[in-house]
């Protein structure tokens, strides 16, 4: 069982798993070896669990949507609370969603799987980088969250009475707009945090599971590729080329289907990720009067860039490699050349292979250099509107995790 450590579903299993503590992916079995074991049930404890997170970000979304609503004017920072909340609400309905149709997708793969095992086996050493990716990316999600919390507390301290009356002063600052509705009680304050630390798993888990899951579809096309290239420039049956072809109509297959299960999810990260990183290049203009507060942004920033360029990189991979057959297929002798060579270099190089958002937009390189200019573009705007007025006019939050306010 070694070697099936390295499977789609052994690989991912300490994600989903991670997920599920925070009512995501409600799906039981997953640690299992075989799809068999996976079963989603509406009736379970884990689908319950999911729809009281809902409850609780629907909750924190009403009263950031009513706190627009009643405000004198709306600032693009103003907006950045409801809009984080209605994506995590929108993220859980779509992991909700794919938990349903989740084993017919495991079984689609292991299929493909148990196809290229033979000649292929499992992607080298797969659980140990899907481990290493989301214990890095979980943990520097939790320091994020760590230091918004503190943020909060200094910024509550000069609230505060003294002694336990910190706690009233820290929770009345962290939802200000929620006790401005009601009176505070600690238990809705705890009840409010809960929901609250959902929602911002919720955020960073989106674009972890985009990049695993992409890093696993890589995975398959670079092991085909290394096949290929064993008989690159000699010469090869006609088998071998049916056999191939077959193959990565199989992978293709395994693609789309993918792709059909996640886009919406896809296309949800890149636009949530492009806005809060063009809110945080507007953030960036302002001055921040303490260390603290410096070592904050830019730590939040950076994790943000990381977390959504790792995302679009490791998704366009996918294009990427899908691509790698034509330079075999190229350096087929003449002699060798047949009908099989030929429907294989016209599959690889008319069909597009890859993931989509919502098919609208496909990931490959080209747009990451269009998300890049975008942004390159927004912030130079940004530096001449700052030089030319002086400064804003609109109060600016200097912490970046919007969910502080």
């Not at 695993?212 to 096309?221: H, I, P, W, Y």
């Amino acid at each position: 069982m070694s070697g099936a450590n390295n499977s789609f579903q052994r690989a991912l299993c300490p994600l989903l798993v991670a997920g599920q503590c925070f009512a995501l992916m409600p799906v039981s079995g997953l640690t299992g070896y075989d799809a068999s074991t996976l079963q989603f049930r509406w009736l379970s404890p884990r689908v319950a669990y999911t729809f009281l997170s809902l409850v609780g970000i629907f909750c924190h979304l009403c009263v950031c949507v009513r706190e627009l609503v009643v405000a004198d004017h709306i600032t693009y920072s103003a907006c950045a609370p409801p809009i984080f909340f209605a994506v995590t609400f929108l993220a859980t309905c779509f992991y909700l969603r794919l938990a349903t149709k989740w084993p017919d997708l495991v079984s689609k793969w292991q299929t493909v799987e148990q196809t290229m095992l033979k000649d292929y086996g499992y992607p080298r050493n797969f659980e140990r980088r899907c481990k290493f990716c989301a214990a890095f990316m979980l943990t520097a999600s939790t320091v994020e969250h760590l230091m918004a919390l503190y943020s909060c507390l200094l910024r509550a301290l000069p609230r505060s009475t003294g002694g336990l009356d910190v706690v009233r002063a820290f929770y009345t600052s962290w939802f200000e707009q929620a006790f401005k509705m009601t009176e505070y009680a600690l238990w809705k304050s705890l009840l409010l945090q809960l929901s609250n630390f959902l929602a911002t798993f919720t955020w960073s888990y989106m674009d972890m599971y985009v990049t695993l899951v992409s890093m696993a579809l890589t995975e398959k096309f670079l092991q085909f590729g290394e096949g290929l290239r064993a008989v690159r420039g000699k010469a090869a049956p006609l088998k071998f080329w049916r056999e191939a072809r077959q193959l990565y109509d199989n992978l293709c297959c395994l693609t789309r289907t993918v792709d059909e299960h996640i886009s919406h999810l896809v296309l949800l990260c890149l636009a949530s990720d492009l806005y809060f990183i063009c809110l945080q290049l507007f953030n960036s203009l302002k001055n921040v009067k303490t260390l603290y507060g410096y070592i904050y942004f830019f730590y939040s920033f950076g994790y943000l860039l990381f977390r959504a360029s790792s995302m679009c990189f490791c998704a366009a991979a996918v294009n990427e490699v899908s691509q790698k057959p034509r330079d075999v297929l190229y350096a087929v002798p003449a002699g060798t050349y047949n009908a099989e060579v030929e429907r294989f270099i016209d599959r690889v190089t008319t069909d597009e292979v890859a993931l989509t958002g919502f098919r609208l937009i496909t990931l490959n390189r080209r747009l990451i250099l269009t998300i890049v200019g975008s942004i390159v573009t927004y912030e130079l705007l940004l530096v001449q509107q700052g030089n030319g007025q002086g400064s804003f006019s609109e109060e600016l939050e200097y912490a970046a995790n919007i969910t502080i306010m």
